[in-house]
């Protein structure tokens, strides 16, 4: 196994499904049987289940160029039609599409109709600019419904959508805009985060004015935040100046169903983010799938809620595209958890009924932390089924969830997945599956992996090893965009025929799948995945640095934290306190990628712990990190340089 691989968390108690929920469940035992017997008939009967298709395809999959796959290729579909016209069409007009809250407090609730229309009529605007299908379009938004009008405008003319996190620096938005060669960026004024405005088009300036011309034509600006900003006559417009008297009719042209949808930027294990490829037929098959099956939906009567932002993939396969796919009603809520209280999230469960709830376990163990008061202070039996996502639960974190949030009743869906597989593939089916706090345990029906050694052998029950998939699936990435190699070696490299994770797993005595986080040099601070390498060299980008090597260290609430170990210039280290270097790296780490790949800690050493051959042995570092006992260290070129650094820890 490779290094730092957390050891496997020792069995809570199981809990089996409710028979009342059981016995009306979505999800149904045969599922998987049906999957197993015929795994390609079952896809072509999801196909048919999840879309509305303008032709039906005939062939399933074709995997004649492996790992190149394609899915229900000779149909054709526009999946903005399915996310919204089909709805109306078939009378759920009035329905609410979005019970939006804004974080201080304004609310908005937008029907299917209502969506519809205002899709239609960007529609409209975007193609009027030019945008036409495979045009790529950039979106940098707050959490707001033109987020998700946006999305789907692109989507419903076949142009390429490429979200871009909020909270990525204008130089990493840049290097998405250029890798992607976008035509057009969509973004707000500013929009509302901790209690104030935080900007947002000032960083889509910064950006294209980085050195070099864009391929960027015009900037939409939706209004927002109301924050005064600077503007570029004939590239800027305004959103709202720009729909007026814009065409509310519309017709959704059809697409060939491996047409791209969008393209996500996500960090892999060097120093460029990878953008990653989806289309269309069968990542929207996938994610309409699981989210019915996975979270027992019942369109017409829950109210769902996914805390996740837009600019994630959950964001995009589990609040646009997998609930809008399926005529659900879902809350969308702009800001932080504990804004301007710390009971936030539970006033809002309250105030919309919320009845299925999806987050992430760092969310939970920072309720945890504060205290079961403030969620109990609220009433929260509208609850009947509660999701996770982003990285391995705890079981202390599970149990406290189904304990304090879910009344002590509610089903558990540890959901794993990740940027490239688009969709949920391995989790429990609520009322069939007895569950396990902390444990993924199975992959959902019509998905095959499998826990294998370093050779590629599958590990015998009750063994740890690496976890992969092993049949081509709907919704899996098509390639990174722009790169086919990289896909190639990143992904299918190591085994070949089958597809590598990057994950750790094991499999417990009764064949179940525990999740052991990342085996890579890829970070989870918060569920957000951060890569060592871009780090490293956004902080030798300094001219404060000579060196330095990034670990994530465990931390008790952001699952990892980011701490970097940095060796000064010798010139430069008598220019600054160690202070303000650490002070000056934090945020240059913050300006060169965002803030959320800003390091906890900086530690100022005189050298880094290397092989003979020159490798970091960042093993070492993560135990000094980790305040462990230093491991072995005779392989080290110098094997005094850890009782420097731990000494330099204290
Ligand atoms: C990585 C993917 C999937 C959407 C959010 C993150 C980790 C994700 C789980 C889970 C254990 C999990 C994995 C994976 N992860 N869900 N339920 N249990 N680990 O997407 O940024 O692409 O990250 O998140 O390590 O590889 P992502």
Request: aromatic content about 8%.
């Amino acid at each position: 196994m490779a290094d730092g691989t957390p050891t496997p968390p020792r069995e809570a108690s199981t809990f089996a499904p409710d028979p009342v929920f059981a016995s009306n469940a979505v999800a149904t035992r045969d599922l998987a049987d049906r999957a197993h017997a015929d795994r390609s008939a079952f896809w072509a009967e999801q196909a048919d289940a999840c879309v509305t298709w303008g032709r039906r395809p005939t062939e399933t999959l074709d995997w004649s160029d492996p790992p190149f796959a394609r899915w229900f290729a000779d149909g054709t579909l526009n999946v903005a039609y399915n996310c919204l016209d089909r709805h109306v069409e078939a009378g759920h007009g009035e329905r609410v599409a979005l019970l939006w809250e804004g974080e201080p407090g304004d609310a908005r609730a937008v029907t299917y109709a209502e969506l519809t229309a205002d899709v239609k009529r960007a529609a409209n605007l975007l193609s009027s600019l030019g945008v036409g299908p495979g045009d790529r379009v950039v979106v940098y938004l707050p959490q707001i419904p033109e987020a998700v009008v946006a999305m789907l405008a692109v989507a419903r003319l076949g142009a390429v959508h490429s979200v871009v996190f909020g909270g990525f620096s204008a130089e990493s938005l840049r290097a998405r805009i250029d890798d992607a060669e976008a035509t057009l960026v969509i973004t707000a004024d500013g929009g509302w985060r901790k209690g104030s405005v935080s900007p947002l088009k000032p960083a889509v300036d910064a950006a294209l004015a980085l050195g070099g011309r864009s391929t960027v034509e015009n900037v939409l600006v939706i209004r927002r935040g109301e924050n005064a900003v600077d503007w570029v006559e004939g590239r800027d417009l305004w959103w709202h100046e720009a729909l007026e008297g814009v065409e509310a009719e519309h017709t959704a042209e059809m697409f060939e169903a491996e047409h791209p949808l969008f393209i996500l930027y996500t960090s892999g294990t060097t120093g460029r983010p990878k953008g990653i490829l989806h289309t269309s037929g069968g990542y929207l098959t996938q994610v309409a799938y699981t989210h019915r099956n996975v979270f027992d939906l019942r369109p017409e009567t829950d109210v769902y809620w996914c805390t996740a932002d837009v600019g994630w993939i959950t964001g995009h396969s589990y609040v646009v595209y997998g609930p809008l796919a399926n005529g659900a009603t879902q809350v969308l809520y702009e800001g932080t958890p504990d804004s301007p209280g710390p009971g936030r999230w539970w006033d809002l469960v309250e105030k919309y009924g919320v009845t299925i709830l999806y987050t992430a376990p760092t969310a939970i163990r920072g309720f945890m932390k504060a205290g079961r008061e403030i969620p109990q202070a609220r009433d929260l039996t509208s609850l009947r089924l509660l999701g996770s996502v982003g990285e391995p639960i705890n079981p202390e974190a599970w149990l406290w969830y189904r304990e304090v949030i879910g009344s002590g009743t509610t089903p558990i869906v540890d959901t794993w997945w990740q940027t490239e597989t688009g969709a949920m593939m391995i989790s429990p089916l609520p009322g069939v599956t007895t569950t396990k706090p902390g444990a993924a345990q199975t992959p959902v029906p019509g998905i095959v992996v499998d826990v294998v050694d370093d050779q590629g052998v599958p590990v015998a029950d009750g063994e740890s090893g690496l976890l992969v998939v092993t049949e081509p699936w709907p919704s899996m990435l098509r390639g990174i965009w722009g790169d086919r190699d990289r896909y190639v070696e990143t992904y299918w490299g190591r085994f070949g025929d089958r597809y590598f994770a990057g994950d750790g797993a094991r499999r417990d005595d009764d064949g179940d799948i525990w999740l052991l986080g990342r085996v890579d040099d890829v970070m989870n601070v918060s569920g957000h995945r951060l890569s060592t390498a871009e780090i490293e060299s956004a902080l030798v980008s300094n001219p404060l640095v000579a060196e330095s090597a990034v670990v994530g260290a465990a931390d008790e609430t952001t699952g990892q934290a980011v701490v970097a170990f940095v060796v000064l210039r010798d010139k430069k280290r008598r220019s600054v306190t160690p202070e303000e270097a650490v002070a000056r790296l934090r945020a240059h780490v913050a300006d060169r990628i965002g803030a959320i790949a800003r390091p906890r800690t900086i530690v100022l050493v005189d050298e880094l712990p290397k092989t003979r051959s020159g490798k970091i042995m960042r093993r070492l570092l993560r135990d000094v990190a980790e305040g462990r006992e230093v491991g072995d260290t005779t392989t080290l070129a110098d094997s005094a340089v850890m009782g420097v650094i731990t000494a330099e820890m204290r």
